[in-house]
């Protein structure tokens, strides 16, 4: 199989195994911090109705499933790449940023939890996977 194509696929995989992560995390969020009562978390527009509910607290889960999608999709994605490693794990990091951002625009979260998400959880996470498959990888 051609680099190129091989690489691809595990860009594919990597998006599709952080955007796993990031739903799971999403979907336990509620059982662990409970949202505030009378927020409807079930429709978006239950949420931008009743964003202004939220306290700290509640940013928690999905900055984690933010964070955490973006660091095991590029982790993922630096164990596997055939080469240039850590171009494809910050591909991981920029499409989640790009989604981070969107999502940034469609729901009106505090300030301060989008400025931290937006640097945080995306392309310094995408780095640390990285970073990290790369000390897992057996050196030639």
């Known amino acids: 199989m051609k680099t190129i194509l091989k690489n691809i696929l595990v860009l594919i995989l990597g998006l599709i195994i952080g955007s796993a992560v990031n739903m ?32 700290p607290q509640h940013f928690i889960f999905p900055f984690l499933a933010h964070a955490l999608g ?11 790449a055939t080469n240039n490693k850590i171009k494809w794990s910050l591909a ?20 301060w939890f989008i400025v931290t998400d937006i640097l945080g959880a995306y392309i ?11 000390k897992l990888t057996p050196k030639k």
């Not at 409970?34 to 306290?55: C, N, R």
């Not at 991981?92 to 300030?111: K, V, Y």
């Open 24 to 55: 799971g995390l999403i979907m336990i969020s509620s059982a662990v911090i409970p949202p505030p009562a009378g927020a409807d978390v079930t429709t978006m527009e239950g949420l931008k109705a009743s964003i202004h509910l939220f306290q």
């Open 70 to 80: 973006t660091f095991i999709g590029a982790l993922f994605t630096g164990l596997l």
């Open 92 to 111: 991981i990091g920029l499409f989640f940023l790009i989604g981070g951002i969107a999502n940034a625009a469609l729901l009106p979260a505090p300030t």
């Open 124 to 134: 310094p996470m995408a780095f640390m996977g990285w970073k990290l498959a790369n």
